[in-house]
């Protein structure tokens, strides 16, 4: 009799670690080896970033993406915080967004066309009669050059020459990472041009402070400092209309569960099925500003991003299946809304409207941008 009950206390407490590890699924490593592969006569690599609170970030160097993110929660847990795959081969096959480093043109440009100096430029269609994300041959489908400056910053370089995508103009592109000892993200956009063009660069981390594979993110809290947005026709490009957010669902100046309003009656959300806008900022120029606020109520993991951009595009991962090449780490399947994305920019299909932030840049002007992502914990 009490070999049995020993027995069965001994399942109860194997189910109950199973269940809870269920609950709460521990990071994957991802290891360098599965990384160091040769793409189009060019080496690709994984690089590791951390500093001595435990944060630890991995990127690659091919489309500058991010593959994990490892903060800690309020009991000093690390928990992998990003949507990701465990090998190269996977990123070549997969979400070519995931973690990526978004260019020429990230988010959208209507009809895969724009004006500059009297001259038209015809683009790849790669969104139905859009272009998207600097198209086929965008910085996320590219292999950079990498140079790792220290064990907490690592420095990328492209050279996108005249003509790539259709874009004008030989580009020098370069993006330092840096994992400061404050348990943030710093990243730093550069660039170069040796004739007029446009650019407009973000990072697509999909988000999940849970931790990647743990559901969906409708329980995260998100605030973000925005009285108006840029609502969007039925294929996604913007109106041109600047739009307050207040009585709407795309109300997020106080901190806001994403899944309060994602399925409201609302023409908005029925063109993107949830979130798939950008935000604009309230903010002056480009000083580097607090733009958004994301929590997690159970592990109590807090980000804060803030950037020197004029814009914020919050994405829900509507998109996403859970099928085939979209399962991730460990097995993980990303469904609709396992992540969110906050991508800093300026705004999609700035060159149609004269009223949007301009994206031109020149010789004698270049580019530059910073985005900070901010992590820490609240009780």
């Known amino acids: 009799m009490y070999s049995y009950l020993r027995r069965a206390a ?52 091919y489309g500058g993406k991010i593959v994990s993110l490892l903060v800690p929660d309020r009991d000093g847990t690390l928990g992998d915080v990003v949507l990701g795959y465990e090998t190269a081969q996977e990123y070549l096959d997969g979400i070519a967004s995931l973690g990526a480093t978004m260019g020429r043109y990230a988010n959208r440009i209507a009809q895969a066309q724009f004006m500059l100096d009297d001259s038209t430029y015809h683009l790849d269609k790669n969104n139905g009669e859009h272009s998207i994300h600097g198209g086929t041959e ?62 407009n660069m973000t990072n697509h981390a999909f988000f999940n402070l849970a931790g990647e594979g743990s559901g969906d993110i409708l329980d995260h809290e998100l605030y973000v400092d925005a009285d108006r947005y ?58 580097l500003a607090l733009a958004a606020r994301l929590s997690e109520p159970a592990t109590g993991r807090v980000m804060e991003v803030f950037t020197t951009e004029p814009g914020l595009q919050v994405y ?21 809304r396992s992540a969110v994305c906050l991508e800093t920019q300026h705004f999609p299909d700035a060159p ?11 010789p004698e002007e270049g580019y530059e941008s910073t985005t900070i992502y901010k992590f820490s914990t609240a009780e």
């Open 10 to 61: 001994l399942c109860l407490i194997i189910i109950s670690f199973i269940s809870c590890a269920e609950d709460s699924p521990e990071y994957v490593p991802v290891e360098q080896a599965d990384f160091q592969v040769q793409h189009e006569g060019k080496q690709i690599d994984l690089y590791t970033l951390e500093n001595e609170q435990g944060m630890k970030v991995q990127i690659t160097n």
């Open 138 to 199: 965008g910085f996320r489908h590219q292999v950079w050059d990498a140079r790792q400056v220290d064990g907490q910053t690592l420095e990328l370089s492209y050279f996108s020459e005249d003509g790539e995508g259709g874009y004008p103009g030989n580009l020098e592109v370069t993006v330092v990472y840096t994992v400061t000892d404050n348990n943030e993200l710093k990243l730093e956009y550069s660039a170069s041009t040796d004739k007029p063009t446009i650019l």
């Open 230 to 287: 840029t609502p969007v026709d039925s294929t996604a490009i913007p109106t041109g209309e600047l739009r307050e957010v207040e009585g709407t669902p795309f109300d997020f100046t106080e901190m806001t569960p994403i899944g309060a309003r994602i399925d409201a009656d609302n023409r908005q959300l029925g063109h993107v099925g949830g979130y798939d806008h950008n935000f604009v900022l309230n903010k002056d120029g480009g000083e």
């Open 316 to 336: 829900t991962a509507n998109s996403l299946t859970g099928e085939g090449s979209q399962v991730g780490k460990g097995g993980h399947p990303y469904g609709p």
């Open 352 to 362: 149609h409207h004269p009223n949007f932030p301009s994206t031109r840049i020149t």
